[in-house]
């Protein structure tokens, strides 16, 4: 009975107690922390957009002369002169290389001789037709003999008439013993040396005009869609990258490269380019007043079926992200030209895309 009265009592004690007696120790209370306190934005990694800068991919290329002819002899034999080396500029009418002229002057002399015995012998069938015909006329010589005789005297005709032609095909052959520079320019490639037995149309050397000159790019076919037919690009070399020419998109080979499946893009420069022929050189689409803009292809995020990207809006110490829509050229090099729906200076994000939402806050911005 004591035991009762007292389990009784306890009882009752604890129910009289306070009810923050009865609460569990803070460490295994979990009833305030049903809503979490709000942190700060997070950080997003972002681009701004422009023209120019490291983030612009840029294509590599060489400076070439519009016109440039591959020189070639048109008959064989062993040359033994080039006056020119590579780099040299020469003139117009100027010697360039030489054949030997021995083998070509005896040909010439044998082709004269060939059409001074053809002409004698022309000289007699016309001769022996002129006294057969006579006698034909006072009934001496039969038809068969005339016949015979006007025969002879045609092909002594065409004899001549051949021979003559042959002389004059080693005439020319020994004036193709020497090779003349057909417009003044700038030797750019050198292929024979003296000493070797060329046949005819072997290359020998190039010869490149310093009157135009045109950087020349190569690009796949999916980096030209939407290139208008003007296009603007920009030109430098690495060792002078503040040095920047505009240079104007002048023709596009129509058939690609069958080995690197590329086309080949023809960029005129001034007049005043300070570039040699055969500089190697950087380009990239657009100029400084009028950029062509470029994103990474992972910024664009695809919403209701049209490319989208996250444009952030910054105010003071707030930022929020609104997706603008874009119209962008196929992938290159890992990157997207933009054609509308951003403005040079747009922050635009570049990670992380795909956990954003509309008018969602964001933090501060981190390069990538």
Do not use: C
Not at 83 to 108: I, P, Q
Not at 259 to 265: E, G, H, Q, V, Y
Not at 268 to 296: C, H, K, Q, W, Y
Request: proline share 6%; charged share 25%.
């Amino acid at each position: 009975m004591i035991t009762r009265f007292l389990t009784v009592v306890g009882l009752g004690a604890l129910l009289a107690a306070p009810a923050s007696a009865l609460s569990l120790p803070d460490w295994l209370d979990f009833s305030g922390h049903a809503e979490e306190t709000a942190g700060p934005p997070r950080p997003i990694v972002s681009e701004i957009v422009e023209g120019h800068g490291e983030d612009v991919r840029w294509i590599p290329g060489v400076v070439e002369s519009r016109t440039q002819v591959t020189m070639a002899f048109q008959t064989l034999g062993r040359m033994v002169r080039r006056d020119v080396e590579l780099g040299d500029r020469v003139e117009k009418d100027e010697v360039l290389a030489e054949l030997a002229g021995e083998d070509m002057a005896a040909s010439t002399r044998a082709a004269r001789a060939a059409l001074d015995a053809a002409e004698v012998q022309r000289d007699t069938a016309r001769t022996t037709l002129e006294r057969t015909q006579a006698l034909a006329d006072r009934n001496v010589a039969s038809s068969a003999q005339l016949e015979e005789a006007q025969r002879a005297a045609a092909a002594a005709d065409a004899a001549a008439e051949q021979a003559r032609s042959e002389l004059v095909q080693a005439e020319d052959a020994e004036g193709f013993a020497r090779m003349v520079a057909p417009f003044a320019g700038v030797v750019s490639a050198v292929y024979e040396a003296p000493g070797a037995v060329v046949s005819a149309g072997a290359p020998i050397l190039q010869l490149s005009a310093d009157d135009r000159r045109e950087a020349v790019i190569d690009l796949p076919d999916s980096a030209l869609t939407g290139l208008p037919s003007d296009a603007a690009f920009t030109v430098w070399q690495r060792t002078a990258p503040t040095v920047e020419i505009a240079a104007v998109l002048d023709r596009i080979d129509p058939i690609a490269d069958p080995a690197t499946r590329t086309r080949r893009l023809y960029l005129t420069l001034p007049a005043d380019a300070p570039f040699r022929l055969g500089a190697l050189i950087r380009a990239r689409p657009g100029t400084e007043g009028a950029p062509v803009l470029s994103l990474p292809a992972t910024a664009v995020i695809d919403r209701d079926g049209s490319p989208h990207v996250w444009r952030v809006t910054r105010q003071d110490d707030q930022a929020s992200v609104n997706a603008v829509a874009i119209e962008h050229t196929p992938e290159f090099q890992g990157r997207v030209l933009i054609q509308s729906g951003v403005e040079p200076g747009d922050e635009i994000v570049i990670r992380g895309i795909h956990s954003l939402e509309e008018g969602q806050a964001v933090g501060r911005r981190i390069d990538p």
